[in-house]
């Protein structure tokens, strides 16, 4: 059975900083992309940041780049969010998914695993 289980999430103030963890098991990931998505109340899931396989390509929201960074641990099956310089609009549940194929996209219709989530509240 595979599971995506994702931690890190919390409240921080404006500008403050966290750094989400999401742990693979069931399933080695290590030859696929993984991705970060987050849901804000009453808004459509939509894309943060993905990382290909090897880990050289990485593709960020317009809305993320230069304040996130997405990394992943191919010894832990993991995949990470950095999250720097957090504002009142990046407060959402933040799921960690991942592919059934090498699909490297933004798309949420591309993955077929998916986290429960972890709720990141920024308060100004």
């Known amino acids: 059975q595979v599971q995506l289980v994702e931690s890190g999430g919390g409240l921080v103030q404006v500008g403050g900083s966290l750094r989400l963890s999401c742990a693979a098991s069931?399933?080695?990931?290590?030859?696929?992309?993984m991705a970060w998505f987050r849901q804000a109340p009453g808004k459509e899931r939509e894309f943060v940041a993905v990382?290909?396989?090897?880990?050289?390509?990485?593709d960020y929201a317009d809305s993320v780049k230069g304040r996130f960074t997405i990394s992943r641990d191919k010894l832990k099956n993991a995949v990470y969010l950095r999250m720097n310089d957090l504002k009142p609009e990046d407060t959402a549940v933040y799921y960690c998914?991942?592919?059934?194929?090498?699909?490297?996209?933004?798309?949420?219709?591309?993955?077929?695993?998916w986290g429960q989530g972890t709720q990141v509240t920024v308060s100004s």
């Open positions: 990382i290909s396989w090897s880990g050289s390509r990485k």
């Open positions: 069931g399933r080695n990931f290590n030859n696929y992309p």
């Open positions: 998914a991942a592919p059934y194929n090498d699909d490297y996209s933004q798309r949420a219709g591309a993955y077929d695993y």
